[in-house]
């Protein structure tokens, strides 16, 4: 039903307006997003085009005309196309200023192909992500990460399904206690066991003081006891699990996570002078792209650098400076997805290039904060010091449906104080950006 109506709307745009580009900037709603699809078949034989389709006024264009049945053969093909041209079919009622900060999704009708809410939170992203197979203990996070949405329903009608998911979390861990305790790596046993001990005693308070129905007490006890959930997984990975390729093995790398802090300068706010937020950075899925960025760090190449608007309205970005290695030479670093099911990242071409359009990655833009590499938009290997951090949440954009994943590198997510994001303008400066734990991880630095 969703794609017949897109397809309806979209062959009526046409036929009420006289031609539409065909060109290579991409699908463009001006001034709010832009994402490319191409096809090498189906109306475009023998090329490489990218669709476009523009919701202003002004349809006029002495550029390729796009006949209606050579949309919709496109559009049967591709989610992607079906979901922006949903989205760009819809009139331009607002400047892109004043849809920086949209949440609410743009067609409610898409909803209906999502199998379930995406994971939106940083946390809970960062942990699915860990290259571990232990069931039990994924299965003691699931009963524990659940409570979020139980806690939706207002008053205490939501503490007794709380109580089953803390009651099923204790049941698995006490059950399996010997097998999560086996998964874990020789070297960091003594601390797993200190881990194991506080989260047995943390599920059995945290029953007790759901007895006393007071909903307050439940979602700090959870981020206490999901914290916990979290080292005993870090605790599991014995070893970096997979082998650079040749050419970026001498790059910096971070084989692992670290942990950030990055202090900004707010200014002309009174309610936000120094913002502190934290930020984890993940090696195990993008080492050459964390590498890169834990190693300007250390350079303290971002410290008195000022934030900058991206042209999506859709992030905030740090400056585009380019990076000289000490060979004199641009450092620049590869396009790096993660694809869930795969043992070492993808390298150099987009998942939308290599026809993986069902793919999911690993590390999605589904969190607010989301942080990435910028590149250039005809070059997918130009990343190089220019990040951004996603500024909405993906209601209705989950891992291989939005237009984002499988094209730019994440490496990692704002885990503490992301809501600040927002609160950054033009002008306001990055006074530090500090790494306070996995510095160890960091591997060929440059300085």
Known sequence: M?????????????????????????????????????????????????????????????????????????????????????????????TASDVAFQRGPAISELSVLISGPPIKDANAL??????????????????????????????????????RSVRQAARVFNQNKAQILADIAPAKKQEAEQLLSSLEDGLQDYQKQLETKDRSTVFPKQKELLRLVGNIEEAMVSKFPFEIPEEFANRPLLKGRATLEMKVNVKDNPNVKDAVLQIVVDGYNAPVTAGNFVDLVQRKFYDGMEIQRGVWSLYRSMSSLTVISATGKVRTVPLEIMVDGEKEPIYGATLEELGKYKATTTLPFNAFGTMAMAREEFDNDSGSSQVFWLLKESELTPSSANILDGRYTVFGYVTENEELLADFKVGDVIESIRVVNGLENLVNPSY
């Open 2 to 94: 969703v794609v017949s109506t897109v397809l309806q709307a979209a062959q009526g745009s046409l036929a009420t307006a006289s031609t539409s580009r065909l060109g290579s900037a991409g699908f463009h709603k001006e001034g709010l997003f832009g994402a490319q699809c191409r096809h090498r078949s189906i109306g475009v034989v023998g090329t490489r085009r990218s669709l476009s389709i523009r919701a202003s006024s002004d349809m006029n264009s002495k550029d390729h005309e796009v006949s209606p049945n050579v949309l919709t053969k496109i559009l049967q093909t591709c989610a992607t196309c079906v979901a922006v041209t949903a989205a760009l079919l819809t009139p331009l009622s607002a």
């Open 126 to 163: 960062l942990r699915y992500a860990l290259p571990i197979q232990n069931k039990p203990i994924k299965e003691v996070q699931k009963s524990l990460e659940e409570i979020t949405e139980e806690m939706k329903v207002p008053g205490e009608k939501a503490l007794g399904p709380v109580e």
